[in-house]
């Protein structure tokens, strides 16, 4: 049954965005109008996941979202948070690897809402894309997600925190704000399933982007984030050392 509920999903992805993806264009002639469309398609597979796959979430700690722009500072354990991250916060654009902007539709919708897309494989040239182009998306009233790790990290695991959001986070004076989630432990990485249950998200009180050093600063909030992901983190079908329910 699960299986076929997987299935329902995929399908109804694969319906809904080429369609949603014709949309984009004109969308992109008005101010943040495709940055609003990627959001009508994330809220669309979200309302897929709750209601064909039966995957919830809580929200703890909602009332530290800030009332300006901020950079998201979140966890990445799977393609959930991609998603959940502009139904919880205001309108926002990603920190990407550009070999993303190639893939079909979806690419191409991230390179129309001004993704900010940057080559991991030589560092320099991707620091200055992210500060000439979070710039730019902070003076479209945007707000920033970043993964500091880089990647999907699988449950129980920590990659290496990047400084870059602590940095953008004082060139642009926007304050970081962590957030942790256990979103592996029901959809695993580069996994076809997505399994039932209930994600947590927690939401930390924003580290003001005066508060230190790029390294002081993002040392907090890898802190406060590893400190929450071991309190959140054991109850999925797919938590690490955990058989995978079907």
Known sequence: MLLIRNLIYWLLLVLITPPIFLLFL??????????????????????????????????????NIPAGPAIICS?????????????????QVYV????????????????????????????????????????????????ITIFPEGTRIPPGQRGKYRQGGARM???????????????GEFWPRNSFMKYPGEITVVIGAPIRHNSGTPEEMMAQCEH????????ISGV???????AKAV
């Not at 986070?169 to 979103?183: T, W």
Request: aromatic share 10%.
């Open 26 to 63: 004109p969308a992109a002639l008005f101010h943040n109008g495709a940055n609003k469309m990627g959001r009508v398609w994330a809220l669309t597979l979200m309302w897929s996941l709750k209601h064909i796959i039966g995957l919830n979430y809580r929200v703890i700690g909602r009332e």
């Open 75 to 91: 966890k990445h354990q799977s393609g959930w948070e991609t998603l959940a991250l502009q139904e919880i916060f205001p309108l």
């Open 96 to 143: 990407a690897k550009k070999e993303l902007f190639k893939l079909p539709f979806f690419g191409w919708g991230l390179k129309l809402a001004k993704t900010i897309g940057i080559d991991r494989s030589n560092r320099a040239q991707a620091n200055t894309q992210l500060m000439a182009q979070g710039l730019a998306r902070k003076r479209d009233g945007l707000w």
């Open 169 to 183: 986070a004082q060139m642009f004076e926007m304050d970081l704000v962590p957030v942790a989630v256990n979103s």
């Open 224 to 231: 406060w984030i590893e400190n929450q992901q071991s309190q």
């Open 236 to 242: 999925g079908p797919c938590a690490a050392g955990k």
